[in-house]
C-alpha cells in the first residue's frame, strides 16, 4: 500500500501509519484547515502587501551578531504562529488613517515582546512543546532559552528607542507589566480552592486582553488618532482578547474539528477557567466539594478528565461561557461601530469571530 507525505500541521493528529486508508480519514480535517485559513486571508485582504513586507521587517529585527543566536532565531521565525497580533496592528492603523513606518515598529516591538514572554513562559512552565514543536527551553535548555528571551526583549526596546517611538513602548510595557501582575495573581489564586469569575476575568484581562489591546491602541497610535480614540481601540483589544481567552478556555472542554475530542490540559493541571468556575456557582454544594477535591490532585487520570467535562456540560457551565464570549463579542462589535466605515472595520468585525470560531 503506498504511503502518503501529509502537511506538518497533520502530523500530530494520528499515531499510526500515513496510508491511504487513514489519509480518508484525515482529509475533513485537512478541509477544515484549509478553510480556516482561506477566511483568515480574505480578513488579511486590506492590509496583505503591509503583512507581507512586515515579515521582511521582523526578520531584519531579529537579526544578531552570532551564528548560534541567528541559528535560534530562524528556528523561531519557522514557527510563527497566524500572526494575529501584527494583524490587529496593522488593522487598528488602516482603520484611523494609513499604515506607516510607525505602524511597523509597533508591530515589530509588540512581535519581539510577546515572542519573549513566550519563550519565558515556556522556561517557568517547564513546558517542552510549543504550537506542536519542540520549544526553545526543550532544544536547548532553560539558560539559553532565558537569555535568548531576554536578547529578544532588549532588541524591542532598542527598536523603540532607535525610532523615538516612546508613546509606542509606553503602550506596549504597560501591557507587559499586565501580563506579569495577571501571571503572578493567577499564582496567587490558585493556591485556593478555585476562583471567582470576578477573579477570573481579572486575570485574563491582564495575561491576555492587554496584549491584544496595545496591539490596537499602537496601531491606532501610529495612524495619528488622538489620545482619545487610541484609548477607545485599547478598550476594543481588550474585549477582543477576552474574547480569545474564553475561547481558549473553551476549546479545553468541548470537541474539536482537529483531534475530535477535548485537550482536558487546563484540567489536568487544576486550573479553574469559566467553563467549571460556572458549572460549580450552579452546582450543589456536595457535588462542588467533590469536583474541587479532584482538582487538587496531582494525577488526574483520562476518566477524571471526562468527569469533570461532564460536570461542566450538565451544569451550564460549557454554554454560559458561551454566552458570555458572545456578549464580548457584541459589545466590541458595538465600539467598533462608532469608527470609520472600512475595508478595515469589516475585517476587524471578521476577526473576532474567527478567534471566537477557530477550534484550535
Same mark, same amino acid.
Given at each position: 500500500?503506498?504511503?502518503?507525505?501529509?502537511?506538518?500541521?497533520?502530523?500530530?493528529?494520528?499515531?499510526?501509519?500515513?496510508?491511504?486508508?487513514?489519509?480518508?480519514?484525515?482529509?475533513?480535517?485537512?478541509?477544515?484547515?484549509?478553510?480556516?485559513?482561506?477566511?483568515?486571508?480574505?480578513?488579511?485582504?486590506?492590509?496583505?502587501?503591509?503583512?507581507?513586507? &512586515?515579515?521582511?521587517?521582523?526578520?531584519?529585527?531579529?537579526?544578531?551578531?552570532?551564528?548560534?543566536?541567528?541559528?535560534?532565531?530562524?528556528?523561531? @521565525?519557522?514557527?510563527?504562529?497566524?500572526?494575529? #497580533?501584527?494583524?490587529?496592528? &496593522?488593522?487598528?492603523?488602516?482603520?484611523?488613517?494609513?499604515?506607516?513606518?510607525?505602524?511597523?515598529?509597533?508591530?515589530?516591538?509588540?512581535?519581539?515582546?510577546?515572542?519573549?514572554?513566550?519563550?519565558?513562559?515556556?522556561?517557568?512552565?517547564?513546558?517542552?512543546?510549543?504550537?506542536?514543536?519542540?520549544?526553545?527551553?526543550?532544544?536547548?535548555?532553560?539558560?539559553?532559552?532565558?537569555?535568548?528571551?531576554?536578547?529578544?526583549?532588549?532588541?524591542?526596546? @532598542?527598536?523603540?528607542?532607535?525610532?523615538?517611538?516612546?508613546?509606542? /513602548?509606553?503602550?506596549?510595557?504597560?501591557?507587559?507589566?499586565?501580563?506579569?501582575?495577571?501571571?503572578?495573581?493567577?499564582?496567587?489564586?490558585?493556591?485556593?480552592?478555585?476562583?471567582?469569575?470576578?477573579?477570573? &476575568?481579572?486575570?485574563? #484581562?491582564?495575561?491576555?486582553?492587554?496584549?491584544?489591546?496595545?496591539?490596537?491602541?499602537?496601531?491606532?497610535?501610529?495612524?495619528?488618532?488622538?489620545?482619545?480614540?487610541?484609548? #477607545?481601540?485599547?478598550?476594543?483589544?481588550?474585549?477582543?482578547?477576552?474574547?480569545?481567552?474564553?475561547?481558549?478556555?473553551?476549546?479545553?472542554?468541548?470537541?474539536?474539528?482537529?483531534?475530535?475530542?477535548?485537550?482536558?490540559?487546563?484540567?489536568?493541571?487544576?486550573?479553574?477557567?469559566?467553563?467549571?468556575?460556572?458549572?460549580?456557582?450552579?452546582?450543589?454544594?456536595?457535588?462542588?466539594?467533590?469536583?474541587?477535591?479532584?482538582?487538587?490532585?496531582?494525577?488526574?487520570?483520562?476518566?477524571?478528565?471526562?468527569?469533570?467535562?461532564?460536570?461542566?456540560?450538565?451544569?451550564?457551565?460549557?454554554?454560559?461561557?458561551?454566552?458570555?464570549?458572545?456578549?464580548?463579542?457584541?459589545?466590541?462589535?458595538?465600539?467598533?461601530?462608532?469608527?470609520?466605515?472600512?475595508?478595515?472595520?469589516?475585517? /476587524?468585525?471578521? @476577526?473576532?469571530?474567527?478567534?471566537?470560531?477557530?477550534?484550535?
Amino acid at each position: 500500500m503506498a504511503t502518503f507525505y501529509w502537511p506538518p500541521c497533520l502530523w500530530k493528529y494520528t499515531s499510526c501509519e500515513r496510508t491511504e486508508k487513514n489519509l480518508i480519514q484525515i482529509i475533513p480535517i485537512f478541509v477544515a484547515i484549509t478553510k480556516r485559513m482561506g477566511e483568515l486571508e480574505k480578513i488579511r485582504k486590506p492590509v496583505k502587501q503591509e503583512l507581507a513586507e &512586515f515579515e521582511k521587517v521582523f526578520r531584519e529585527a531579529l537579526k544578531g551578531s552570532i551564528p548560534f543566536l541567528d541559528f535560534i532565531t530562524n528556528f523561531i @521565525l519557522r514557527r510563527k504562529g497566524k500572526q494575529i #497580533r501584527p494583524l490587529f496592528v &496593522f488593522l487598528s492603523a488602516r482603520l484611523h488613517g494609513q499604515v506607516n513606518n510607525s505602524t511597523f515598529v509597533a508591530a515589530s516591538l509588540i512581535e519581539l515582546l510577546h515572542t519573549a514572554t513566550l519563550v519565558h513562559d515556556d522556561v517557568v512552565d517547564e513546558s517542552y512543546e510549543r504550537r506542536g514543536f519542540f520549544s526553545l527551553n526543550a532544544l536547548w535548555k532553560s539558560k539559553v532559552a532565558v537569555l535568548v528571551g531576554d536578547y529578544l526583549l532588549a532588541k524591542g526596546l @532598542l527598536l523603540a528607542v532607535k525610532h523615538k517611538e516612546y508613546r509606542l /513602548l509606553e503602550i506596549v510595557s504597560d501591557a507587559v507589566r499586565e501580563m506579569s501582575e495577571g501571571e503572578l495573581l493567577q499564582i496567587q489564586k490558585s493556591r485556593r480552592n478555585g476562583i471567582t469569575a470576578e477573579e477570573y &476575568f481579572e486575570i485574563i #484581562r491582564k495575561k491576555t486582553a492587554a496584549l491584544i489591546s496595545s496591539c490596537t491602541a499602537s496601531g491606532a497610535y501610529s495612524a495619528g488618532a488622538s489620545e482619545e480614540i487610541v484609548e #477607545r481601540m485599547k478598550q476594543f483589544g481588550e474585549y477582543a482578547g477576552i474574547v480569545f481567552q474564553i475561547k481558549d478556555d473553551l476549546l479545553d472542554y468541548q470537541k474539536t474539528g482537529l483531534t475530535g475530542k477535548p485537550t482536558g490540559n487546563d484540567i489536568r493541571e487544576g486550573k479553574y477557567t469559566l467553563p467549571l468556575i460556572l458549572a460549580l456557582q450552579n452546582s450543589s454544594s456536595g457535588e462542588a466539594r467533590e469536583i474541587r477535591k479532584m482538582m487538587r490532585r496531582k494525577d488526574l487520570k483520562g476518566k477524571d478528565v471526562y468527569t469533570v467535562i461532564e460536570f461542566a456540560e450538565r451544569n451550564g457551565g460549557i454554554s454560559q461561557a458561551t454566552e458570555k464570549m458572545n456578549e464580548y463579542i457584541q459589545t466590541a462589535l458595538t465600539l467598533l461601530q462608532d469608527f470609520p466605515a472600512n475595508d478595515a472595520r469589516n475585517a /476587524l468585525s471578521e @476577526l473576532l469571530y474567527f478567534i471566537a470560531s477557530r477550534e484550535n
